[in-house]
């Protein structure tokens, strides 16, 4: 077996590592308001649910230089976040989402994709995104100098029609196709659910 100790390893490739082995990771597709009103779109895959209280964190990480991230200073200076989940339809379009655009420009219009207004936030909602949550900043965690883990509460949960079981009252992962990532290695790289597996109550032989 290969080993790999990382209570002295470089921040990047810490990061290397672990994110080719913490896999699949589902991706925060997060829209927030800038100062000047405007929307800003962002993917993050360190990103997990938390289902009592309901919750979501993201971990953030900081730009070259040291900057804070675009979506973690509206989310301080705001306080509010629209979390899409992508399904595989809007693939190309999260991932083009990912590069660094001039202040000022917004990758909605890049992408051709539409909004429609939150119902209890004031980012919008992706009209193509199968799932979205209204999300309100709770508090955040100082992890190093280079990392801040972001509390978010859950206010509001969005699901398109098609992915719904009306019987279960919840989404039904049969329905939709939602996108995780996997290594960054000859990547970025990025995986359907592929076959999904049913099983009965736990028991041991």
């Known amino acids: 077996m290969i080993t790999r100790d990382l209570r002295q390893a470089a921040p990047r490739d ?13 991706i925060a597709w997060v829209s927030t308001l800038n100062p000047d009103d405007s929307v800003n779109l ?50 190309a379009a999260m991932h083009a989402c990912g590069e660094d655009l001039p202040e000022g420009e917004s990758e909605l219009a890049r992408l051709g994709l539409t909004t429609t207004p939150g119902h209890l936030v004031a980012p919008p909602i992706l009209a193509q995104a199968p799932v979205a949550l209204e999300c309100r900043f709770n508090r955040e965690v100082l992890l190093s100098p280079e990392s801040t883990l972001m509390l978010l509460d859950v206010l509001m949960a969005h699901a398109r029609d098609g992915i719904w079981n009306e019987t279960d009252d919840c989404a039904d992962a049969s329905r939709w196709e939602p996108m995780a990532r996997l290594a960054s290695v000859a990547g970025p790289n990025y995986a359907g659910l592929g076959e999904r597996l049913t099983l009965g109550p736990p028991k041991l032989p």
């Open 14 to 26: 810490i990061y290397r590592i672990l994110t080719s082995l913490v896999i699949p990771r589902p």
């Open 42 to 91: 962002a993917p993050f895959s360190a990103f997990m649910g938390i289902f009592n209280p309901p919750m979501v964190a993201i971990n953030f990480g900081r730009r070259k230089g040291g900057a804070l991230k675009d979506t973690q200073r509206n989310l301080r200076d705001r306080g509010e976040a629209v979390v899409h989940l992508p399904d595989a339809p809007l693939l």
